[in-house]
Each structure stands twice: as C-alpha cells, then as structure tokens.
C-alpha cells in the first residue's frame, strides 16, 4: 500500500510571490486549480491506494480524498509530521509526498516513480532547477525525516545514503515543473497542454495578460 501526501498552504497567503501578476482571488484559484491537477493526477496513478491533503482549512475535496486538518499551517516537513501521526500513513508500505503546485503532473510520472519500488528505498523527483525535491517517495513513510526548502534534494539524497538506504534521483517532466515564482508563470504560460491550469488561465484572460510580460 503507497499512500500520497499532498501538504496544502492556507490559500489566503499561498504564492504570495506572484502578486506583481496575480490579484488575491486569481491566486487563490490558481492554488485550488493546481491541486486538482495534481489530485486528478494521483486518483490516475496505479499504485496509489490512498490520498490524504493536509491542510489547516477545509477543503472541497473530490470523493476518495481525506483531509488531514493540522491545527496551523506551520511549514512543508511540519505538515509531513503531522500526517506521519495518523496510522493509515505511518502504517502504509510507503509514502509519496507531492507539493499541490504541479500544474504538468501527470499519472504516467507518477506510475514511473513507483515502478518496483522496494522496502527501505528512498526516491526523489527534483525540480527542473536541479535543487529541490518536487516528489518523495518514502519506503517506509519514516524512513529519514523530510527537509523541503532550498537544497532539498540533495539533503533527502544525503540523509538516506548515510543511513545506507538505496536512493534513486528521477527527472520526470511532469514532477520538475512547479510555480512559485512569476517567471514560473510565464514559463508554464509557454507550456502547450490541456490541464485544468492551462483551461483555468485561458478562462480568466491570463494566458493573454501573461504573453505581455515576456
């Protein structure tokens, strides 16, 4: 059994960062419109057996999705924690935990990160900068204790090489591609694809508005 994590900002300060683009309600859309892509994406995958968000807010979640509701919204490895204390993740074979901004996941990237996965290995999807972790998937959910932020990727590659477990390191071009910063935007704006973040900036003028930033 592998379960998702998917850890969710309070929607009222997520991507504060593209308020030189974006007004407060086209923000908070955005985020609740990534997610669904990133949801659709994990219903699709075939060794996912479980979803669970964690959020500090309710969320209107599709049916087969579970809210994990912390008490604050106090960081990414905070939210991790927190979901580590419910038994259906800590109990499960392993863990994938996903951000909720990944506008171009797809579940073929997701089926191709779970592919063989073996008991006490650690697999990391890095963002296309090369220096975060966009996908972490954990064989068992506690195998190291997770450190999202800046360098992630090679911290999650050093904490389980130095306890001895496997780690494989994958660059999946649905994974890599994550928006936090109004270059993000623009770039995804140039990303041909039918997601539901492509139809979403179609729909509120966006795709235009963005062409002009170039």
């Given at each position: 059994m592998i379960v998702a994590v998917v850890p969710v900002k309070n929607l009222t300060r997520a991507k504060s960062r593209l308020t030189?683009?974006?007004?407060?309600?086209?923000?908070?859309?955005?985020?609740?419109?990534?997610?669904?892509?990133?949801?659709?994406?994990?219903?699709?995958?075939?060794?996912?057996?479980?979803?669970?968000?964690?959020?500090?807010?309710?969320?209107?979640?599709?049916?087969?999705?579970?809210?994990?509701?912390?008490?604050?919204?106090?960081?990414?490895?905070e939210a991790v924690s927190f979901a580590l204390t419910d038994p259906r993740v800590s109990g499960a074979k392993a863990m994938l935990v996903v951000p909720s901004d990944l506008p171009l996941m797809g579940a073929s990237d997701i089926d191709a990160l779970?592919?063989?996965?073996?008991?006490?290995?650690?697999?990391?999807?890095?963002?296309?900068?090369?220096?975060?972790?966009?996908?972490?998937?954990?064989?068992?959910?506690?195998l190291i204790p997770t450190r999202f932020g800046p360098g992630s990727c090679e911290q999650h590659r050093q904490a389980a090489s130095r306890c001895g477990y496997p780690v494989k390191v994958f660059t999946l071009d649905g994974l890599a591609f994550d928006i936090d910063t109004p270059q993000d935007l623009i770039d995804f704006r140039a990303c041909e694809g039918q997601t539901r973040t492509h139809a979403f900036l179609r729909r509120y003028g966006l795709t235009k508005r963005l062409s002009g930033t170039n």
């Open positions: 030189s683009l974006l007004d407060a309600v086209e923000r908070k859309l955005l985020v609740r419109t990534m997610l669904s892509n990133v949801l659709d994406a994990l219903s699709g995958a075939k060794g996912i057996t479980n979803v669970f968000v964690v959020a500090e807010e309710d969320l209107d979640l599709p049916s087969g999705v579970a809210l994990l509701r912390e008490p604050g919204n106090r960081g990414y490895d779970l592919q063989d996965v073996k008991a006490c290995e650690a697999r990391i999807a890095r963002a296309r900068d090369g220096d975060g972790t966009n996908a972490l998937l954990l064989a068992p959910p506690n």
